[in-house]
């Protein structure tokens, strides 16, 4: 069974930086779109950005363009999510998700959610 395990959350100041992980295991991930979503308080679930395991293509949100990355260490089946110029609005909780068939919209694989507070 696939497992999707996120680390690197916290409380930052506005205009900080983190950088979140989801260690994957038990599978072979080479043709999964592997992504993150977050959640606000009371807010629905929404999508962030995602990376295609096949071909390293990359989708993010408008709100995180150019403030946030998501990269991948093959090796060790772990994507990372940099998040740069961090604001308030970015508080929320950040989970990875994956999905073997790329509908990456709708994924099949859910981490636990890893929380970030931006405020000062």
């Known amino acids: 069974q696939v497992q999707l395990v996120e680390s690197g959350g916290g409380l930052v100041q506005p205009g900080g930086s983190l950088r979140l992980s989801c260690a994957a295991s038990?599978?072979?991930?080479?043709?999964?779109?592997m992504g993150w979503f977050r959640q606000a308080p009371g807010k629905e679930r929404k999508f962030v950005a995602v990376m295609h395991w096949n071909d390293g293509n990359t989708v993010y949100t408008n709100d995180v363009k150019g403030r946030f990355t998501i990269s991948r260490d093959d090796d060790n089946d772990t994507m990372y999510l940099q998040m740069n110029s961090l604001k308030p609005e970015d508080t929320a909780v950040y989970y990875c998700?994956?999905?073997?068939?790329?509908?990456?919209?709708?994924?099949?694989?859910w981490g636990q959610g890893t929380e970030v507070s931006v405020s000062s």
């Open positions: 998700a994956a999905d073997p068939t790329g509908r990456y919209l709708y994924p099949k694989f």
């Open positions: 038990g599978g072979t991930f080479s043709n999964y779109a």
